[in-house]
């Protein structure tokens, strides 16, 4: 409640409020949604004789969670820094919810708040090349991270990747030469190498 809020703002208890948010995300998340739609009423209401299952299509009963993004900002907002929670959430819309542009709303805010926290250059990464429809845009986000010198090889690796996917054959040469050159990890260095010759193929 406002309540709640303010008094955690006051208190100095941010983090405690933050969890007991957390929580309350994850008990609604986890409850199942009530069954208003008729198609489903009518689904519940029959019997299968046979034991068979329905098979209504992809995405069916995954439900809708109207207050999924809410609470989750609503997190954030409270604890910036509460990492679990905005893996949690990205990674809920994204892969179980199917709405991979929402996840990319929640690591957009996330990163700008904690930029040295990798794991939300990753999933927002993975989310590029398994849902998001627009990868390039994935790859101009992540291309500032991925040309520091401390940023993991696995983050450059997914991100050539992701530009490859995207049709941008340069940026993806850029990242293997940057990992050929300078990865510690040698099966890294040895792929980028394999991946340089492929889009060399391409170029010619």
């Not at 208003?36 to 995954?62: F, I, M, N, T």
Request: glycine share 6%.
């Amino acid at each position: 409640s406002a309540a709640e809020d303010a008094a955690a703002v006051s208190l100095g208890a941010r983090r405690i409020f933050a969890d007991v948010w957390f929580i309350r995300l994850m008990q609604y998340y986890g409850t199942r949604e009530s069954v208003h739609d008729e198609r489903l009423r009518e689904h519940h209401s029959h019997y299968h004789a046979d034991g068979s299952v329905c098979d209504h299509g992809e995405g069916w009963e995954k439900g809708h969670y109207p207050e999924f993004i809410p609470l989750s900002f609503h997190i954030m907002d409270l604890d910036p820094y509460f990492h679990s929670a905005v893996v949690y959430s990205a990674a809920s819309l994204a892969y179980n919810l199917g709405k991979p542009a929402e996840a990319r709303e929640v690591l957009e805010l996330a990163i700008k708040r904690a930029p040295r926290e990798w794991r939300y250059h990753s999933i927002l990464a993975a989310v590029g090349y398994s849902g998001e429809k627009n990868p390039g845009e994935v790859v101009r986000l992540l291309l500032p991270v991925v040309r520091q010198p401390d940023c993991p090889t696995m983050l450059k690796n997914q991100t050539a990747f992701l530009s490859k996917r995207a049709g941008e054959y340069a940026v993806a040469a850029e990242i293997y030469r940057d990992i050929a050159e300078n990865a510690p990890e040698r099966e890294y260095a040895e792929r980028a190498r394999r991946e340089l010759e492929k889009l060399e193929g391409v170029a010619r």
